[in-house]
């Protein structure tokens, strides 16, 4: 089971950390990623890690002001959010896919319940 903490509301500009932790389950074996979910929108590809930690990939909108990163022997996913605008709102959503990393929805086989990520302008 996965389970994402870190949402809330920021001012642009503000920065939030989001977690990912995993229980029953050991994540390091898996690509994770974050993907993201705004009102009326599709679920969006944010980030994703390699299981060893070592190969990411980002959104184009979210290079250089996000950073994903993962500490397998806490089985925790992070993800860091600077420079936040309100086009990042969204409910953020933490998966884990067997294969090597992707940002496919269709390759990520455990889903995390997500946390609100809310910015103001």
């Known amino acids: 089971q996965l389970q994402a903490s870190g949402g809330g509301l920021v001012q642009a500009g503000g920065s939030l950390n989001l977690s990912c932790a995993a229980s029953g389950r050991s994540l390091s074996l898996y690509t994770m990623g974050w993907f993201r979910r705004a009102p009326g929108k599709e679920r969006e590809f944010v980030a994703t890690i390699s299981w060893g930690g070592d190969g990411t990939y980002y959104v184009g909108s979210v290079k250089g002001r996000f950073t994903i990163s993962r500490d397998n022997a806490k089985n925790t996913v992070y993800l860091q959010m600077n420079s936040l605008k309100p086009e990042d709102t969204a409910v953020y959503y933490c998966?884990?896919?067997?294969?090597?990393?992707?940002?496919?929805?269709?390759?990520?086989?455990?889903w995390g319940k997500g946390t609100q990520v809310t910015v103001s302008s």
């Open positions: 998966a884990a896919a067997p294969g090597g990393y992707s940002n496919k929805f269709q390759d990520y086989e455990f």
